[in-house]
């Protein structure tokens, strides 16, 4: 019989080591891709209530402080902005329902509706008094993390 030199490798097994690797990346992408669907399964049954009504106050807050800044402090500009910060105000309860009968969080929940609710009654005329307003606004919401964020 001749000879090729196709058969002169007919002794030697062929390496394993692409199909292993192969395999390997297989595997990792498969898991990532599970991490990544797990992840977000958690994500979705999170509980976005009390996040929503924080970063809603804080916007509403910023923008009061931001007429300051702008010296645009007509009725106009801000009413709507102590009116929102005023209605998510009665949310703050219902938001943390864990902190519900602490007294604390009550008092401060209370304290920074007084604060709305007297700059409703006698909105601030000029800039210096809406700055004064944005001020107490931000005591009360910082009185509350002091005490709760940790």
Request: aromatic fraction near 6%; charge should be positive; include cysteine.
């Amino acid at each position: 019989m001749s000879t090729s030199p196709d058969d002169s490798n007919t002794g030697r097994k062929p390496s394993a080591v692409g199909r292993y690797l192969f395999l390997f990346l297989l595997g990792l992408v498969a898991g990532v891709v599970a991490t990544v669907m797990i992840v977000r399964a958690i994500q979705a049954r999170a509980d976005r209530f009390p996040d929503s009504v924080m970063q809603v106050q804080q916007w509403h807050l910023g923008q009061l402080r931001s007429r300051v800044e702008e010296n645009r402090c007509g009725a106009t500009d801000l009413l709507p902005h102590l009116r929102a910060l005023r209605t998510m105000s009665d949310d703050l309860e219902p938001a943390f329902p864990k902190l519900r009968d602490d007294k604390r969080f009550a008092q401060h929940a209370s304290h920074l509706r007084a604060t709305l609710d007297s700059a409703l009654a006698s909105p601030p005329l000029h800039c210096a008094g809406l700055g004064v307003t944005a001020k107490e606004i931000g005591d009360s919401c910082s009185a509350c993390h002091r005490d709760f964020r940790g």
